[in-house]
């Protein structure tokens, strides 16, 4: 009976042990998180119209008069005429706070519904060539600058199509993830993050409104807006490259192909290793010889047994300097 009173003692010093050297291990990845809100800019908000039998603009900014955005073809019932619209959001940028890194910017903006072939509740029907077509709402990554005008209906497209919004939801919040986007303008200090909603097709001249609906910067409770997540940069130093080596990761966040680049000055072993926020390796990327110059692999992190969240690319090479990336992968099917 004491013997077996003594090996549980052991057993839960051994637990008790193992448990502080976890907490102080999970420690070195902590990381605090800030969550800041940023609004759209009312001056550059804007939703225009084109009507193709005049040839004319109609809409423009925002305005406490001008009511909803919509996106999409309708008819002119006063000057008659099929039109079409566009809708404008921009959003000022912002650096992260010293020794975070932006996570994630997703743009919120509340869809008050849609209508197809002039019928509440059908998503937008496009009846071309005597077929009826049905696509999803485009957003584009544009640059029209610190003023609007209608010269901005064609705007400078940076990145077309970076998301799109489709029937899933015919009423509430639409999360739209611009990461890319916004982490591509901050780096270009641009002063705002500006998107552009349009169908791919313009109007299919029915004479009945195909469009989306969506509130605007004057609704007192559903005011478009950026959700920036950041995180605190860990212990480990990402920018600890030079000339010899570089490591480059495309996209991050990335959803399921993830694409390496790194450059050498001399063939040498490579080892890539997958690490969790945990410090436990996940998966053997690559091991070989790299080869004198850019290297380049890709890897399906789709297939991989593994969670939304945050992982880690240890680089090393036969120096014994590991570089360490830091990616997020997000928004894939879980196993």
């Not at 003023?147 to 509430?172: A, M, R, W």
């Not at 890709?298 to 014994?320: A, M």
Request: aromatic share 16%; glycine share 6%; proline share 3%.
């Amino acid at each position: 009976m004491k013997k077996r009173i003594k090996l549980t003692g052991q057993f839960l010093l051994i637990l008790f042990l193992f448990s502080i050297l976890t907490t102080n291990f999970s420690m070195l990845f902590a990381q605090e998180t800030i969550i800041d809100t940023v609004y759209s800019e009312l001056s550059l908000e804007a939703c225009v119209y084109y009507n193709t039998l005049w040839n004319v603009y109609g809409g423009g900014v925002m305005t406490s008069t001008s009511g909803a955005h919509v996106v999409g073809d309708w008819e002119d019932a006063f000057v008659g005429g099929n039109c079409y619209n566009r809708s404008f959001f921009s959003y000022p940028t912002q650096e992260a706070s010293e020794g975070f890194t932006l996570q994630s910017a997703y743009m919120y903006i509340y869809q008050n519904g849609f209508g197809g072939n002039s019928q509440a509740g059908v998503w937008p029907v496009w009846d071309i060539d005597n077929q009826q077509y049905r696509y999803p709402c485009n957003v584009d990554h544009v640059d029209y600058g610190n003023t609007f005008s209608y010269d901005d209906f064609n705007c400078l497209v940076l990145t077309p199509n970076v998301c799109e919004i489709d029937s899933t939801i015919f009423q509430g919040w639409r999360d739209l993830d611009i990461t890319s986007s916004y982490l591509a303008d901050v780096n270009s200090d641009r002063q705002f993050s500006q998107y552009r909603l349009k169908f791919p097709v313009d109007t299919d001249y029915d004479y009945l409104y195909d469009d989306l609906v969506f509130f605007s910067s004057y609704s007192t409770s559903h005011i478009p807006h950026l959700v920036l997540t950041y995180i605190q940069n860990s212990g480990i130093d990402e920018n600890e490259l030079n000339d010899q080596y570089i490591l480059d990761v495309f996209p991050n966040p990335v959803k399921r192909n993830l694409n390496i680049s790194f450059s050498l000055r001399m063939s040498q072993q490579v080892e890539i290793y997958l690490y969790n926020i945990k410090g436990q390796k996940v998966k053997n990327v690559f091991s070989g010889n790299g080869k004198k110059g850019k290297n380049e692999i890709s890897v399906n992190v789709g297939n991989l047994s593994i969670s939304n969240g945050i992982y880690f690319l240890k680089f090393d090479k036969n120096d014994n300097k590991p570089i360490i990336k830091k990616i997020l992968i997000k928004n894939r099917r879980k196993s």
